[in-house]
């Protein structure tokens, strides 16, 4: 048997009809990853694109360089996505960063200092401080993120103050338990993550990061927003049987 040797980091890296940026995207992580003397491959996941965001992906990874490509023939959703991303993953440790890169490739040192640490979970916050947020959302969308982070913390997560940055660093044991577990598909899937993660004991550090707003947003104001306070109940129900090990 062929024995392949495991990276010490995998990047996945969810996308729904993101060609006009994601070469950008993956030629800034690329030259940040080659000047690291760590392995790496990063997974690309397109979530049911139609447009061209699997033929540019392939092209990237044709020319030798560490990137898989995986299709979900329709939109399954981010959270699915990323679970699916997770699965294939091989890394020592697993990331995952939103397509626009709101916060810097370069910010992994400092979730990776976290793990140093022992941390088993490293997520980026733009709520504590430290962090820079240089290009803000509209107004309407910073408030209703912090709305929502209200709520997590009231139903489900106290003491994390942003659950939704996408940009969270796994070791490899505890992205592969909670991953499994996940059962929300779309954006509020962050904090079924962390909920599954403190049931399993994990050290969680949240890490002030800098991070500015990209526009055209895929989240919808209304549908999704509403989808994700309900997700907040779901994520009670359905891990209820262990809520006991929640602090």
Same mark, same amino acid.
């Given at each position: ?116 640490? @022992?941390? #088993? +979970?490293? &997520?980026?916050?733009? $709520?504590? *401080?430290?962090? !820079?947020?240089? =290009?803000?959302? %509209? ?48 954006? @509020?899937? #962050? +904090?079924? &993550?962390?909920?599954? $993660?403190? *049931?399993?004991? !994990?050290?969680? =550090?949240?890490? %002030? ?39």
């Amino acid at each position: 048997m062929t024995h392949i040797s495991r990276p010490a980091l995998s990047i996945v890296v969810p996308a729904y009809n993101e060609e006009a940026r994601l070469a950008k995207t993956l030629m800034t992580i690329q030259t940040y990853l080659q000047k690291r003397e760590d392995s790496y491959e990063v997974i690309v996941v397109s979530d049911g694109s139609s447009d061209n965001t699997v033929g540019l992906a392939r092209r990237f990874a044709e020319q030798g360089l560490n990137i898989r490509v995986l299709h979900n023939k329709r939109n399954r959703g981010k959270g699915a996505s990323i679970r699916r991303g997770v699965a294939a993953s091989r890394g020592a440790r697993v990331l995952f960063t939103d397509a626009d890169l709101s916060t810097p490739i370069q910010e992994l040192e400092k979730l990776e200092a976290a793990m140093q640490q @022992g941390a #088993d +979970v490293a &997520i980026a916050s733009r $709520a504590l *401080q430290g962090a !820079a947020v240089t =290009v803000r959302q %509209p107004f309407y969308r910073e408030m209703m993120g912090k709305t929502f982070n209200r709520f997590a913390r009231l139903i489900t997560l106290s003491g994390i103050h942003d659950t939704q940055c996408g940009f969270k660093l796994f070791t490899r044991k505890i992205a592969r338990d909670i991953f499994r577990r996940m059962t929300i598909k779309g954006f @509020g899937f #962050d +904090v079924e &993550i962390l909920y599954l $993660a403190r *049931q399993s004991q !994990a050290q969680i =550090v949240e890490v %002030p990061v800098i991070w500015n707003n990209v526009m055209d947003s895929k989240v919808s104001p209304i549908a999704d927003s509403f989808q994700m306070f309900v997700d907040l109940f779901l994520i009670r129900m359905r891990h209820f049987k262990k809520n006991r090990k929640i602090s």
